[in-house]
């Protein structure tokens, strides 16, 4: 059974950053993709940045030049720095990865953004 637990979460100010891990209990390389997503309150979650195995990474138009996603193989670890945030960054911040076909999801790190 994948496991998935994020961290780095917290309250931060306007223009801050934070960056979020997320551990997962498996080879990070053996996933085919992994992702960050959001929900803020009362909204839908969506997608903010995908990391493919290749290395190759696309981030949601919202917060391209701000978030960078990274991967570590040997920590089986992946990154979300998130810089200039702002309060409508606020949200739960999810990891995912996928693997023939299935998804995997974390719990979620809250991260709060005050202006």
């Known amino acids: 059974q994948v496991q998935l637990v994020e961290s780095g979460g917290g309250l931060v100010q306007d223009g801050g950053s934070l960056r979020l891990s997320c551990a997962a209990s498996g080879s990070v390389a053996e996933f085919w993709t992994m992702n960050w997503s959001r929900q803020a309150p009362g909204k839908q979650r969506e997608l903010v940045a995908t990391i493919i195995n290749d290395g190759r990474t696309n981030y949601a138009d919202s917060v391209k030049g701000r978030f960078t996603i990274s991967r570590d193989d040997s920590k089986n670890t992946v990154y979300l720095q998130m810089n200039s945030l702002k309060p409508e960054d606020t949200a739960v911040y999810y990891c995912?990865?996928?693997?023939?076909?299935?998804?995997?999801w974390g719990k979620g790190t809250l991260v709060t953004v005050s202006s």
């Open positions: 995912s990865a996928s693997r023939m076909g299935i998804n995997y």
